[in-house]
Nanobody, 121 residues
Framework: QVQLVESGGGLVQAGGSLRLSCAAS????????MGWYRQAPGKQRELVADIFSDGTTTYVDSMKGRFTISIDNAKNTVYLQMNSLKSEDTAVYYC???????????????WGQGTQVTVSS
């Protein structure tokens, strides 16, 4: 079993910053990728940023330069530093982890419970 614990969401004024954290624990042999998605009311869940085991990162264009994803491999923890927040960034942010439980297992995808980010204008 793999558990993901997210933290760092909240209410912030436009132009402000927040830092999200997601710690993965449990039956993890290796992590292939960790990332953040978000879902605004009435919209589909969308990718925010991913970071892969080799350190490669992927960002959605609208978040490049404002958001930074990073990882602490020793702690299986991924962070999302969000700066210059806008009202349109308001959403529930979900952590996603792609990992193996043992050397011979398939790769599985795990999701966190979500953390609310609200940006007031």
């Amino acid at each position: 079993q793999v558990q993901l614990v997210e933290s760092g969401g909240g209410l912030v004024q436009a132009g402000g910053s927040l830092r999200l954290s997601c710690a993965a624990s449990g039956s993890i042999f290796s992590v292939n990728a960790m990332g953040w998605y978000r879902q605004a009311p009435g919209k589909q869940r969308e990718l925010v940023a991913d970071i892969f085991s080799d350190g490669t990162t992927t960002y959605v264009d609208s978040m490049k330069g404002r958001f930074t994803i990073s990882i602490d491999n020793a702690k299986n923890t991924v962070y999302l530093q969000m700066n210059s927040l806008k009202s349109e960034d308001t959403a529930v942010y979900y952590c996603r982890v792609v990992a193996r439980k043992d050397p011979r297992s398939s790769v599985y995808t795990y999701w966190g419970q979500g953390t609310q980010v609200t940006v007031s204008s």
